[in-house]
């Protein structure tokens, strides 16, 4: 039977799922049944404006006609293989990732917590490989964000965050030095360090953007001490910042970045590049993966990556997050803005983040929520100035009713 062809009210949908699936995430109360552009409609048809993007995953839209297409005529050709053959869908977008960020080889898998654990054991299988067995530390930053798996939940600087809380004790050989602070980072640095592993803008931390001079004395910092240039771009890559990578409006080069979400248009698919020197460090059975690099996978983030440089959708997120910041910092309540092209925080005056984004869900509008405080928005790249209008008055009737009126918001 197809899935197309099972008729369950949105009431039955919601009782299964609480039956049999653990339950780690607050649902929001409707049934997403399809999407399009900047927006998923509910089991009823009605339209909610996406600004969240599937946590910035969905940037050339949701369901982007190409991206589409590309997984339509993969999937009957050759769904799945090992990977010892070779496939097209691999090949070509190897060639196109790895010429558009000038970086030299890639490594595929599927999560981006993956991406960060293959970058982490690449940083240390390096370090091993050239000075010995104890040439393993990184240092992460404090209110950084990398992953749930153990080695990215370890180098992630939140030891009180619940991704944390009861999965101790974590990896060893990380430390976290603080955001924006390069003497900090610089006193960090030992005998034992191989690299620096850092988010341009940090995301799940509250969206704060690395400085200039931050950025570029760590840059200096690992030269000078031999230190590999880890750079986390799960989240800020691939167009969301304003420009291809976050790390490309700073003047510096990583050594190895990590890249998932925007990457395969909403087909679970991540990443990394490195420098031909670095990539040495994976020899044969030093890592593998059983989906990364499948072929599907690859040819939907293929049309994405296509979609993304082809119509200069980094150009569209900053021109168009340029005009939401400043109409959102006309909002009241509203404490800072912070952010780069469309990956922006908004920071309030009150800790009412949990009635303000029920308000947005409420009035049609999805946004994501950071501590109790921040909204986050992280809407499809292709959003115009006319969404960010209608977005914006959307918020400001949910501030003020969550902080002025104190109304409640209604919640499953």
């Not at 409707?30 to 995953?57: C, N, P, R, S, W």
């Not at 969301?240 to 050594?255: E, F, H, L």
């Not at 993304?308 to 910092?329: M, P, Q, S, T, W």
């Not at 308000?359 to 790249?381: K, Y």
């Amino acid at each position: 039977m197809k899935l197309s062809e099972v008729h369950k009210t949105a009431g039955e949908i919601k009782a299964l799922t609480k039956k049999y699936m653990i339950d780690t995430y607050e649902r929001y109360d409707f049934v997403a049944q399809t999407a399009k552009g900047m927006y998923l409609y509910d089991e009823e048809g009605h339209a909610y404006l996406d600004f969240y993007g599937g946590i910035a995953v969905n940037s050339a839209g949701n369901c982007n006609e190409k991206v589409v297409a590309a997984v339509q005529d993969q999937v009957g050709d050759l769904m799945h293989t090992f990977n010892y053959p070779y496939t097209v869908p691999q090949v070509l977008l190897a060639e196109r990732v790895c010429k558009a960020l000038a970086m030299d080889k890639i490594f595929y898998q599927s999560t981006g917590t993956e991406a960060n654990e293959a970058m982490i054991k690449m940083a240390r299988k390096y370090g091993v490989d050239h000075y010995g067995p104890n040439k393993y530390h990184i240092i992460t930053a404090k209110g950084s964000f990398h992953g749930r798996t153990y080695g990215a939940m370890s180098a992630t600087g939140q030891p009180d965050n619940a991704c944390q809380v009861g999965f101790k004790p974590v990896v060893p050989g990380f430390s976290y030095a603080e955001f924006n602070n390069l003497d900090d980072f610089r006193a960090h640095v030992t005998d034992d360090t191989i690299a620096i592993m850092l988010e341009p803008i940090q995301g799940e931390g509250g969206v704060n953007p690395a400085t200039p001079e931050f950025m570029k004395g760590i840059a200096d910092l690992c030269k000078e001490k031999g230190l590999l240039l880890l750079l986390d771009e799960i989240q800020t890559g691939w167009c969301r910042s304003g420009n291809i990578m976050a790390y490309m409006d700073y003047g510096v080069k990583p050594d190895i970045v990590s890249m998932a979400k925007a990457l395969g248009g909403g087909m679970p698919i991540s990443a990394i590049c490195a420098t031909e020197e670095v990539s040495k460090a994976f020899t044969m059975g030093a890592h593998g993966t059983t989906f990364g690099g499948n072929p599907v996978c690859c040819a939907a983030a293929y049309a994405e990556v296509n979609e993304l440089l082809d119509r200069d959708l980094a150009g569209n997120a900053k021109e168009v997050g340029h005009y939401l910041v400043e109409k959102l910092k006309t909002l009241p309540h509203v404490k800072e803005v912070r952010g780069k092209g469309l990956m922006i925080g908004i920071e309030f005056d009150a800790p009412a983040g949990y009635a303000i984004k029920h308000g947005c869900f409420d009035r049609n509008m999805l946004v994501t929520l950071i501590g109790d405080r921040i909204i986050r928005l992280l809407p499809p790249l292709i959003a115009t100035k006319e969404d960010c209008d209608k977005a914006c008055d959307i918020l400001k009737e949910a501030v003020i009713t969550a902080i002025e009126c104190k109304e409640s918001p209604h919640v499953m």
